[in-house]
C-alpha cells in the first residue's frame, strides 16, 4: 500500500501541473489537500512522508480518532464536513486550522463565542450550494454575498475564501458551471471590499474533477478515492456528521 499511495500522489501532482499548464496558471497556486475520510492513519502518514502538509476530515469523531497518530508529522488540518454546533468543542481540541464548511450564520455565532471563550480566532471558508442540490450542505448561491457580510462582524472568524462541491455528473461544461458560479461569487464579493474578508481560496474540485476546477480558478482541490482507493459507501454519506 505504501508504494500505491505513493503513486498515486505522483499522478494527482502531475494532474496538477498539468491542468495549471492548459490554463496558464502557476501550479504553486493550487494546493493539494488530502480527503482523509476512512483512512485509516498509518496510510494517511505515508502520504504526508511525500511532502504533502495538507489534510482534511468530514467527521469530528476520525478526528479525534487519528488525533494523537498524526501528531508526530508535522501538517495542516481543515474540515471539510458538515458541521453540528455541538461539536465545535472537537474542532478547536483538535487543532483544525479552517473550517472549509460554514454555511450558516447560527454555527458561526456559536464558534465565534466559544473562540472568544478560548482567546483563539480560526480560518474559515464559506460553503455554498453551487449545484443547488438538495442533498448537498452550503448556503444558497443567491444567498451567499449575504451571509459573507453578516459573518465578517465576527472577528474571530478569518474568512479567507469559499468551498463548493461540484455536481456529480460526466458532464463536464454541467460541473464547470458549479465552479464558475463559485468563481463569480467571489468576485463579486472583491468588489465589495468587505472588512475582516479575503477571498485568495476556491476550494472545489475532487479526484474526477479537478481539472475542470482548476481551469476555472481552484486554489485547493480536495482529493482522496484517487489516492487512498474507493470508500465502502458513496460520498454524499461522509458529507452529514448526523451519520
Known amino acids: 500500500m505504501d508504494e500505491e499511495i505513493k503513486k498515486n500522489i505522483a499522478i494527482i501532482q502531475e494532474r496538477i501541473i498539468n491542468a495549471c499548464k492548459q490554463s496558464n496558471r502557476n501550479p504553486d497556486e493550487v494546493k493539494l489537500l488530502l480527503a482523509t475520510k476512512t483512512v485509516p492513519a498509518e496510510y494517511i502518514k505515508i502520504a504526508l512522508q511525500t511532502g504533502c ?3 482534511a476530515e468530514n ?3 476520525e ?3 487519528k488525533y494523537q497518530s498524526l501528531q508526530e508529522i508535522p501538517h495542516t488540518n481543515h474540515f471539510i464536513g458538515h458541521l453540528q454546533t455541538n461539536k465545535i468543542k472537537d474542532i478547536l481540541k ?3 486550522s479552517c473550517i472549509q464548511s460554514m454555511d450558516r450564520f447560527d454555527l458561526a455565532e456559536k464558534l465565534h463565542h466559544r473562540l472568544q471563550l478560548e482567546n483563539k480566532t480560526i ?3 464559506i460553503q455554498v450550494n453551487t449545484s443547488n442540490e438538495e442533498s448537498k450542505f452550503g448556503v ?3 444567498n451567499a454575498i449575504e451571509l459573507v457580510q453578516q459573518l465578517a462582524h465576527f472577528e474571530s472568524l478569518k474568512i479567507k475564501g469559499l468551498m463548493t462541491i461540484g455536481l456529480f455528473s460526466t458532464e463536464t461544461e454541467k460541473v464547470r458551471q458549479c465552479f464558475r458560479t463559485l468563481k463569480d461569487i467571489q468576485q463579486q464579493i472583491i468588489t465589495l471590499n ?4 479575503e477571498m485568495q481560496e476556491l476550494s472545489m474540485g475532487m ?3 479537478l481539472e475542470t476546477a482548476i481551469a476555472e480558478g481552484a486554489t485547493i482541490v480536495r482529493v482522496g478515492t484517487a489516492i487512498f482507493g474507493k470508500r465502502i459507501h458513496p460520498d454524499s454519506y461522509y458529507w452529514n456528521e448526523n451519520k
Open 207 to 209: 479526484s474526477g474533477d
Open 53 to 55: 502538509t495538507l489534510i
Open 63 to 65: 478526528l479525534r480518532e
Open 94 to 96: 483538535y487543532d483544525v
Open 194 to 197: 468587505i472588512f475582516n474578508v
Open 140 to 142: 444558497n448561491p443567491e
Open 59 to 61: 467527521k469530528t469523531q
Open 123 to 125: 480560518e474559515i471558508l
